[in-house]
C-alpha cells in the first residue's frame, strides 16, 4: 500500500500538466465538478499518507509548542440556575492553528484550496487540540458525529465546535433580586502542555478571545454587562512545565422588574394594608382576621420567592424584607389585640368595686357637712359588708386617723389601697390589668383634683354668701372648710389642705351644698373601662402613625445601604451593554 502511494505521489504531477488528474486516471468523469471530487479525493490520501494524528503539529522558531488560538462566540445564556448556582450557555468554540503537514501546492491540484477531515472521536482523522473548559459539569456537541474542521493550502487549519456547556458559578446573592453575578472558568488543553501546545486567544497583537455571535439571543432574565479575559501560564506544583489557559470572567446583571412586581411590592402591600386595621372599630371581629390574613400573604409570598433563592447562609434582600414584613406584620396583629382586649374591659360592679366605696362614703354623710364624723364613719364601714381581711385592713387605716373626721380626699386614697376590681372578669386577661394600672391611679389623682376644686368652689360661694345665710351660721357641723393654713389637717394635698383646723369656729359648712351634689357619677363609677378605652385610642393613634413610618423608612434605606456594600460605584455599568477586556 505505502508502494502505491508513493508511486501516486510522483505520477500526479506529471498527469496535471496534461490536464485535470481525474482524466488520467478515471475516464468516467465527464464534467470539471466530477474532476475536482475526484482530485480532492486524492489528496487527502496524499496528504492523510504517512500522517500521525497523534503528534502535535511542529512550530518552528519557537520553544513553545504548536499555536492554537481559541476564541469564544457566545450564542445565548441558556440558564443562570440561582437556585443550584449553576450557569448552561451555548456557544460556538472556534480554533485556529497551522499544521505543516497538511499543507500543499494548489497549482499542482487543480485549484483545490480547502478541504474538510473528520476530527471527532474515533472517527478523527487528523490532529485535534484537546482543549475543554476545566470547570465543565456538562459539554454537550450540538452536531451529531463530531464537526469537521477545514484544512487549507497553506496547512492552516479552523474548527469551529457548537458546545452547550453547564459549570457551576458560586453565586452571592445578598442583593437578590437586585444582584449581580460573575462566573469564571478557564479553557485550555486537558494532557499537554505548553511545550507542545500554545493556547492563545484569536487576534494576535489586538487579542479577540470573546465575541458576540451574530444570531446572539440575550437571556429574558440577566444581562451580560461585562466580559474580562486574561491568557496565562498555569505552573502546577507537580510538573514544571507550563500550562497555558484562557480566564474568562463573565459579570451579569439580574432583571429585577418581575421580583418587583411579583414579589417585593405585593409583600410591601400586604404589610401596609395590615396598618388598616387601627382604623377598624376594636369591636370588630375583622380586625383580628385581618391581621392574621396579612401574616399568611406575607408567608405564601415568601414560599414562591423560596424556590428561587439560592441555597446559602447568605440573609438576601428577599430574606430581609420578609423577615422586616412578618416582623411589622406580626406587630400590628399584637397592637389589634391589645388594643380590642382594652376594649372589652368592663366596670367592676363587686362589693369591693371603687364605685361602692367611693358611693358609700358620699351616702353616709347624713349631715351633710361633707366630711364623716367617728359615728358616720362606723356606719358606713358596717354597710359595705366587706371580708373580714378587707374590714380589718380598713379599720387599721381609719385608726391612724386617730378619731379626726374624715374628708372625702382622705376616702379617696383609702379606697385606692383597699378596692377590689373583678379580677378577669374585668379585665379579661392578667396582663391587661398590669397595663392599666398606672393609667388607673393616674386617673384617680384626676378625679381626686376635680372634687378637691368642687368642694373649694362652694366653700368660696359660702363665703361669699355668709352674710344673707344666718341659718348656716348656727349649724352645729363643722363640714368642709375653707382652704387655708393648717398644721393639723388629716391628709395635705399638694397646693391645697383638706380638712379642718381645731381651732376653727363650729358652724362653718358648705353654704348648704351637698356632698351628693358636688361628686358626679363620673367620679363615683369605676375608671378602670374608660381608662382602658382611652390607653387603647391612643396604642391605636401611636402604631397607626409609627408603624408605617418606620416600616417604609426600612424598606427603603436597608436595602440601598446592603447594595452599597456589596457593589462600589466603579463595578457598575449601563444596562444592556457588554465590555469586553482581555489580558495577555
Known amino acids: 500500500m505505502a508502494g502505491w502511494a508513493a508511486l501516486i505521489l510522483v505520477a500526479l504531477p506529471l498527469a496535471h500538466a496534461a490536464g485535470p488528474v481525474g482524466l488520467a486516471l478515471d475516464t468516467t468523469c465527464t464534467n470539471a465538478e466530477c474532476y475536482k471530487q475526484r482530485n480532492m479525493t486524492l489528496l487527502k490520501q496524499a496528504l492523510l499518507a504517512n500522517y500521525d494524528m497523534t503528534v502535535q503539529p511542529p512550530r518552528f522558531g519557537s520553544e513553545r509548542g504548536a499555536l492554537v488560538s481559541v476564541q469564544l462566540a457566545l450564542q445565548q445564556f441558556q440558564e443562570l440556575d440561582t437556585t443550584n448556582q449553576e450557569i448552561r450557555f451555548f456557544s460556538w468554540w472556534r480554533h485556529s492553528w497551522t499544521d505543516p ?10 485549484g483545490i484550496t480547502e478541504l474538510t477531515f473528520f476530527g471527532h472521536d474515533e472517527h478523527k482523522q487528523i490532529w485535534i487540540p484537546d482543549t475543554i473548559v476545566y470547570e465543565a459539569v456538562e459539554s454537550v456537541f450540538q452536531v451529531p458525529g463530531g464537526v469537521q474542521p477545514n484544512v487549507y493550502s497553506s496547512g492552516g487549519v479552523w474548527q469551529s465546535v457548537p458546545v452547550e456547556t453547564r459549570l457551576p458559578c458560586p453565586m452571592k446573592p445578598r442583593t437578590f433580586p437586585f444582584d449581580e453575578q460573575t462566573c469564571e472558568f478557564e479553557f485550555g488543553c486537558w494532557s499537554t502542555h505548553g511545550f507542545q501546545v500554545d493556547i492563545k486567544p484569536r487576534g494576535g497583537d489586538e487579542p479577540a478571545p470573546f465575541t458576540l455571535a451574530a ?35 463573565f459579570r451579569m446583571r439580574r432583571h429585577s422588574e418581575t421580583y418587583n412586581y411579583g414579589l417585593v411590592v405585593p409583600m410591601i402591600l400586604t404589610t401596609l394594608a395590615g396598618f388598616l386595621a387601627f382604623v377598624a372599630n376594636p369591636q370588630s371581629g375583622e380586625r383580628i382576621s385581618l391581621g392574621i390574613t396579612c401574616l399568611l400573604t406575607s408567608a405564601a409570598l415568601y414560599i414562591v420567592a423560596f424556590e428561587v433563592l439560592p441555597k446559602t447562609g447568605n440573609m438576601t434582600i428577599i430574606s430581609l424584607l420578609y423577615v422586616l414584613s412578618f416582623a411589622f406584620s406580626w406587630t400590628t396583629l399584637a397592637v389589634s389585640v391589645l388594643s380590642v382586649s382594652l376594649y372589652g374591659v368592663k366596670s367592676s360592679t363587686g362589693v369591693m368595686s371603687e364605685y361602692e366605696l367611693v358611693s358609700a362614703f358620699v351616702k353616709a354623710d347624713t349631715d351633710e357637712s361633707g366630711d364623716l364624723d367617728k359615728k358616720e364613719v362606723e356606719n358606713a364601714v358596717k354597710k359595705l359588708g366587706l371580708p373580714p381581711a378587707k374590714l380589718q385592713k380598713l379599720r387599721k387605716k381609719l385608726d391612724s386617723l386617730q378619731g379626726q373626721r374624715l374628708t372625702l380626699p382622705v376616702w379617696y386614697d383609702l379606697v385606692g389601697d383597699i378596692y377590689e376590681t373583678d379580677g378577669l372578669a374585668a379585665y379579661h386577661s392578667y396582663i391587661v390589668g398590669l397595663i392599666l394600672i398606672p393609667f388607673v391611679k393616674l386617673e384617680r389623682r384626676k378625679r381626686k383634683a376635680f372634687v378637691l376644686r368642687r368642694v373649694q368652689a362652694a366653700n368660696d360661694q359660702k363665703d361669699l354668701s355668709e352674710s344673707t345665710m344666718s341659718e348656716a351660721n348656727s349649724s352645729n357641723s363643722p363640714g368642709l372648710r375653707r382652704r387655708q393654713p393648717s398644721t393639723k389637717a388629716v391628709a395635705p394635698e399638694p397646693g391645697a389642705k383638706a380638712g379642718g383646723s381645731d381651732e376653727e ?10 356632698l351628693e351634689d358636688l361628686v358626679t357619677d363620673h367620679e363615683l363609677s369605676d375608671s378602670s373601662e374608660i381608662v382602658a378605652r382611652r390607653v387603647a385610642g391612643y396604642l ?20 440601598r445601604v446592603i447594595s452599597r456594600r456589596n457593589f462600589s460605584p ?8 457588554i465590555s469586553t477586556a482581555s489580558a495577555r
Open 101 to 110: 503537514r497538511l499543507a500543499w501546492n494548489p497549482d499542482h491540484w487543480g
Open 540 to 559: 391605636d393613634l401611636a402604631a397607626m402613625v409609627a408603624l408605617p413610618l418606620c416600616y417604609m423608612i426600612v424598606v427603603i434605606v436597608v436595602p
Open 505 to 514: 369656729a363650729p358652724g362653718e359648712g358648705l353654704g348648704g351644698a351637698r
Open 570 to 577: 466603579s463595578t457598575r455599568f449601563p444596562r444592556r451593554s
Open 215 to 249: 444570531s446572539y439571543r440575550p437571556n429574558p432574565e440577566f444581562d451580560l454587562v461585562e466580559v474580562r479575559t486574561a491568557a496565562i501560564d498555569f505552573i502546577y506544583g507537580c510538573c514544571p512545565e507550563p500550562y497555558p489557559i484562557v480566564k474568562y470572567k
